[in-house]
């Protein structure tokens, strides 16, 4: 299973910009890297995903390394709201035609005001 | 609100028993998955359906089965109930059958095994 390892927690100020790690070094060429991030109480939510190219939308920017075995989630400025588990996922082909998510631990991200 | 949703939000019931989850994915949705989510084991993926037919298998216990129906929604039953079954259980979907696209997830039903 191609894994990825983040850090257990980190902490941000708010209004201030966060970058998140993930490390995915058995990365192979055609798994996509996408971001999730689950609020407490709640399902999962989708955040941004890319495979080789630095990403961007409303939410946050993906930053990827020219080798792609690691990746950066920024979120330009906190707010409370972002407060979450940040889940760095591999879509990895399972066969039988059909991707998967495999969820790690994540990062828990704690928002100071 | 992901337009996913699933019933009931809490469910209390004691070992041996069987229960049945329902998820109802957004509106022109093919794809279900569902997803157990537990203190030590994390989100783990259970199984696909896409229009009606299994498409993939996860860490799905034998004693617990999936369907989904003509109108595209999707029951997860769990029989002979242990404790350790006691967990979150998400559904989300998905428009593409293969799952390369995003997927959306519901709010869960809390199951408590007593």
């Known amino acids: 299973d191609a894994k990825t390892t983040q850090p257990n927690s980190m902490e941000s100020n708010e209004e201030e910009p966060v970058h998140l790690p993930c490390n995915h070094s058995?990365?192979?060429?055609?798994?996509?890297i996408h971001w999730y991030r689950q609020l407490p109480s709640q399902g999962p939510e989708y955040v941004i995903h890319?495979?080789?190219s630095n990403v961007n939308n409303r939410m946050a920017s993906l930053a990827i390394a020219e080798d792609r075995k690691s990746s950066t989630l920024i979120l330009h400025r906190a707010t409370l709201r972002d407060a979450a588990v940040y889940y760095c996922?591999?879509?990895?082909?399972?066969?039988?035609?059909?991707?998967?998510?495999?969820f790690g631990k994540g990062t828990k991200l704690s928002v100071i005001p | 609100d992901s337009g996913v949703t699933q019933t009931p939000k809490h469910l209390i019931t004691a070992t041996g028993q069987r229960v049945t989850l329902r998820c109802s994915p957004r509106?022109?949705?093919?794809?279900v998955y569902w997803y157990q989510q537990s203190l030590d084991q994390g989100l783990q993926f259970l199984i696909q359906?896409?229009?009606?037919?299994?498409?993939a298998k996860g860490n799905i216990l034998e004693r617990f089965s999936a369907q989904q129906f003509p109108d595209l929604h999707s029951e997860l039953n769990l029989s002979s109930l242990e404790l350790g079954d006691s967990a979150l259980y998400f559904c989300?979907?998905?428009?593409?059958?293969?799952?390369?696209?995003?997927?959306?997830f519901g709010p869960g039903t809390r199951l408590t095994v007593l």
């Open positions: 989300a979907s998905s428009s593409h059958r293969q799952g390369m696209d995003t997927q959306y």
């Open positions: 058995t990365i192979s060429g055609t798994d996509y």
């Open positions: 996922i591999l879509r990895t082909y399972s066969g039988a035609g059909s991707y998967q998510l495999t």
């Open positions: 359906y896409y229009n009606g037919e299994e498409r």
């Open positions: 890319g495979l080789t």
């Open positions: 509106s022109g949705d093919l794809s």
